[in-house]
């Protein structure tokens, strides 16, 4: 049976500046099951990490419901640290300590005996690739190898669900992928619960369920295929000799939803690919702008956040880049 590990209704967080009243989270909903990888999507500044620190009791909710593992964020605040990693944004691993003395530090925060201090650590520290970097001063390693110990450290009391705010932020790509392994690994070998934030839309498309999130609203929630057939339309892409021109050409023709820049492609969703298709051309042709091959393709992440990001903001059609 799907057991509910993280749970919010209407959540509401307001940040008071004088007379000013900003809100942060702005009335969210959200429901994590057991086993799932949870990402909460959205640029910077939407309200990922409010969001976390709120539902953790690291922050004092204005209203709504939030709870994790039935606790109440409010209420049984030291319940929840006590069954929950949890990865900060920003480094908090002590810089001056080594790796090994960073492990036994978050253990004995956590209050894991000596004991079984000494297996979790080595088994740790092998599953990270760390185990070969022990003695090495945490504020020593590359910015990949911190986060990989900083996941380490949050794992040492056993965790059932692990709260990670944007991981792989300023990390090089392979020490991307190599992390988001080890969340795969823990997810399928030990069932383990993941709520991260990422501005990532590729990291999306690896979570089991996300949440679009913009100005602390979530705007669309679902598995990733699900939110990409969220977008209308059939999205067509080409690259134009003259891109101004071709992009506002684009817009002006019928049966165009929407279009995109994307680099120096454009991305244009049509009502009808049959039908459109050819009438783009003509009017590319018209106006003599050329182009390389105008195929149809498949909406990614990126191009179905901004789709609904727009279609929530506002219903006019515009151009924007990405």
């Known amino acids: 049976m799907e057991k509910t590990i993280i749970y919010t209704r209407e959540l509401l967080k307001l940040f008071k500046n004088g007379?000013?009243?900003?809100?942060?989270?702005?009335?969210?909903?959200?429901?994590?099951?057991?086993?799932?990888?949870?990402?909460?999507?959205?640029?910077?500044?939407?309200?990922?990490?409010?969001?976390?620190?709120?539902?953790?009791?690291?922050?004092?909710?204005?209203?709504?419901?939030?709870?994790v593992l039935g606790c109440d964020s409010m209420l049984n605040t030291y319940s929840i640290r006590e069954q929950v990693g949890y990865i900060a944004q920003s480094n908090v691993l002590p810089a001056n300590l080594t790796v090994m003395e960073n492990m036994h530090f978050f253990a004995n925060i956590h209050g894991v005996t000596y004991k079984d201090q000494q297996k979790k650590i080595p088994e740790l520290l092998s599953f990270t690739g760390l185990a070969n970097f022990s003695n090495r001063p945490a504020g020593a390693l590359s910015g990949g190898m911190k986060k990989k110990l900083a996941?380490?450290?949050?794992?040492?009391?056993?965790?059932?669900?692990?709260?990670?705010?944007?991981?792989?932020?300023?990390?090089?790509?392979?020490?991307?992928?190599?992390?988001?392994?080890?969340?795969?690994?823990?997810?399928?070998?030990?069932?383990?619960?993941i709520f991260m934030s990422t501005p990532y839309m590729d990291e999306a498309e690896r979570c089991t369920q996300v949440g679009l999130i913009m100005s602390?609203?979530?705007?669309?929630?679902?598995?990733?295929?699900?939110?990409?057939?969220?977008?209308?339309?059939?999205?067509?892409?080409?690259?134009p000799s003259v891109f101004k021109v071709a992009e506002k050409l684009c817009l002006t023709l019928p049966g165009v939803l929407e279009v995109q820049a994307y680099g120096e492609k454009l991305h244009v969703f049509v009502d009808n690919v049959t039908s459109r298709k050819p009438q783009i051309i003509a009017a590319l042709a018209a106006q003599g702008v050329q182009?390389?091959?105008?195929?149809?393709?498949?909406?990614?992440?990126?191009?179905?956040?901004i789709s609904l990001v727009r279609s929530h903001?506002?219903?006019s059609r515009q151009s924007i880049q990405v």
């Open 151 to 193: 996941l380490a450290c949050s794992l040492i009391h056993d965790p059932s669900v692990v709260f990670l705010d944007e991981p792989t932020l300023g990390v090089d790509p392979v020490s991307r992928r190599e992390f988001w392994n080890l969340l795969s690994n823990l997810r399928s070998e030990k069932g383990l619960t």
């Open 291 to 305: 182009y390389d091959e105008l195929r149809e393709i498949e909406a990614r992440m990126e191009e179905a956040y």
């Open 19 to 67: 007379k000013d009243v900003l809100t942060a989270v702005d009335h969210l909903s959200l429901q994590v099951i057991s086993g799932e990888t949870y990402g909460l999507i959205g640029p910077d500044g939407a309200g990922k990490t409010t969001t976390i620190r709120t539902i953790l009791g690291l922050l004092t909710r204005t209203g709504g419901e939030s709870s």
């Open 216 to 239: 602390g609203r979530m705007i669309a929630s679902g598995s990733p295929l699900e939110i990409k057939r969220m977008v209308p339309g059939h999205l067509l892409e080409f690259t």
């Open 313 to 315: 903001t506002s219903s």
